[in-house]
């Protein structure tokens, strides 16, 4: 059974940064070729895409986060890594990790396997 699970959530001050992991189970197989990709869902708000990281490495980013965010793979440790820095009230969420097969999307619906989440608490 594929798993995802994902770490490094928490409680941090604005400006500040977390790295957040996702860890892929061995059924996972072929992650290298899997796109993954990070979303965010904050209280009353629709889930919404974040960053994507391809099997080639090409990445893609929301604007809202671009040059503060930094997403990021190794297909050995069968992980990926969103680098969150200048850090703010606003990203305050469930932070949700997932993969597709093939090319990189931004679609919410064309990822298959998902985690459970971890929450981002960013006070002002």
């Known amino acids: 059974q594929v798993q995802l699970v994902e770490s490094g959530g928490g409680l941090v001050q604005a400006g500040g940064s977390l790295r957040l992991s996702c860890a892929a189970s061995e059924h996972l197989f072929g992650i290298s070729t899997y796109s993954m990709g990070w979303f965010r869902q904050a209280p009353g708000k629709e889930r919404e895409l974040v960053a994507v990281i391809s099997a080639g490495g090409t990445t893609y980013y929301v604007d809202s986060v671009k040059g503060r965010f930094f997403v990021s793979r190794d297909d050995a440790k069968l992980t990926a890594y969103l680098q969150m820095n200048s850090l703010k009230p606003e990203d305050t969420a469930v932070y949700y990790c997932?993969?597709?097969?093939?090319?990189?999307?931004?679609?919410?619906?064309?990822?298959?396997?998902w985690g459970q989440g971890t929450q981002v608490t960013v006070s002002s």
């Open positions: 997932a993969a597709k097969a093939g090319t990189l999307g931004t679609a919410i619906n064309s990822y298959r396997y």
